[in-house]
């Protein structure tokens, strides 16, 4: 599958495809004091990756690295399994 660069970080082709059509569109903060618009499905990558300072939700900015942003679910839970099973 071939990559391609956006802000210095690599993207599927199947990300890219959809950069001019549907999703929603987040303001972002680099370092350098620009900001800019990217898809909702970029922002992981881009927070992973270091480009961005910050990123505005609908409370406010977030700064990355200083305040609470949500951590990617790992499919390996090695806890207790709490959920009953539903036989339907």
């Known amino acids: 599958m ?3 660069q956006f ?3 690599a993207l599927r082709e199947s990300f890219c495809s959809g950069l001019g059509r549907w999703g929603m569109l987040i303001q972002v ?3 350098d004091r620009r900001y800019d618009y990217v ?3 970029m922002l992981d990558k881009l927070i ?3 480009t961005i300072a ?3 939700r609908s409370s406010g900015w977030v700064r990355v690295g200083v305040d609470p ?3 990617r679910s790992s499919d390996n839970y090695d806890g207790l399994e ?3 099973a539903v036989n339907g």
């Open 2 to 4: 071939e990559l391609r």
């Open 7 to 9: 802000r210095g970080v």
């Open 29 to 31: 903060g680099y370092d």
């Open 39 to 41: 898809k909702d499905f």
């Open 48 to 50: 992973e990756a270091g």
């Open 54 to 56: 910050k990123f505005r």
């Open 69 to 71: 942003v949500r951590q």
């Open 82 to 84: 709490r959920r009953r």
